[in-house]
């Protein structure tokens, strides 16, 4: 709450990278990680575009249970040699607290994804860490209920939470969520926590991520989480909404800009 915490927070997530303040984070990656090659050649392309953070997912939170669950544990050191290559911090998802004591030690920052928004059970958990957690907004939830989970990670005494606003379900089904952009002015008012924006799962739509990135920005995010994937087509999840490691190079070349006019 403002009144307690008039500044905003500032989040360091690696050595000398941070989300918050004057400066756009941009975290990028694939949906899922599928080889150390993929992993690898992409955190390569993403920093060389001037990403600060690479995201990828381990263990994925699916709607069909026959669909690619992520790769687990092998997917976590496929991130960490990700990592070792390129010096980008990484970003992956819990969705469980069984695998906390392994991000704790592997992790730089834990992804709390939409579908387990209100697990007030594993938000109790990270609360205990000192771990940087990225909270997605819940699929379906308001501005007050996402913050009230964010307390709950605050409360816990972990003051390191970063927002995530990644789309809302509406009746409109064009996009794959509808993304909230005006949530991102409403969070800054009300709270102190940094915000960023993950266009990818909000549009689900690769052509539309560049000019909702940009909208982000112009709406005063403090930062992007976009998927890029080297092979969107024959990507295991989310490929429609992924776009190449050269995209992902022209949207960094224009978000500078509209970032200096905001
Ligand atoms: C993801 O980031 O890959 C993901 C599953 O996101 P969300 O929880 O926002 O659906
Ligand atoms: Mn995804």
Redesign the pocket.
């Known amino acids: 709450n403002r009144k307690f915490h008039p500044d905003d927070s500032v989040i360091e997530i690696g050595p000398g990278v941070r989300v918050g303040g004057q400066k756009l984070a941009v975290i990028a990656g694939p949906?899922?990680v599928e080889s150390q090659e993929q992993i690898t050649g992409v955190a390569r392309d993403v920093k060389t575009a001037g990403a600060s953070a690479l995201?990828g997912?381990a263990y994925?939170?699916r709607t069909s249970p026959y669909a690619f669950q992520g790769m687990g544990t092998k997917g976590i050191d496929f991130l960490m040699e990700a990592r070792e290559a390129t010096g980008l911090p990484i970003v992956t998802?819990l969705m469980s607290a069984d695998q906390l004591p392994l991000f704790e030690e592997c992790v730089d920052v834990i992804?709390i994804?939409?579908?387990n928004m209100q697990n007030f059970d594993l938000l109790k958990k990270v609360g205990r860490t000192s771990k940087p957690i990225l909270l997605?907004r819940g699929l379906s939830s308001t501005i007050e209920e996402w913050i009230m989970s964010a307390e709950y990670i605050l409360a816990g005494g972990n003051p390191n939470v970063i927002l995530?606003e990644?789309g809302i379900r509406t009746f409109e089904t064009y996009t794959r969520n509808t993304l909230d952009l005006s949530a991102v002015l409403a969070v800054k008012q009300m709270c102190h926590l940094p915000v960023v924006v993950?266009p990818s799962?909000a549009c689900g739509k690769a052509w539309m991520v560049e000019r909702m990135s940009l909208a982000a920005i112009a709406a005063g995010a403090d930062g992007l989480?976009v998927?890029v994937h080297n092979d969107p087509k024959n990507a295991l999840?989310?490929g429609a909404q992924s776009i190449t490691p050269a995209q992902f190079g022209d949207l960094m070349g224009k978000v500078g800009t509209i970032a200096a006019c905001v």
């Open positions: 949906c899922s995201r997912g994925k939170p998802e992804q994804g939409a579908r997605k995530c990644r993950d799962h989480i998927e999840c989310d």
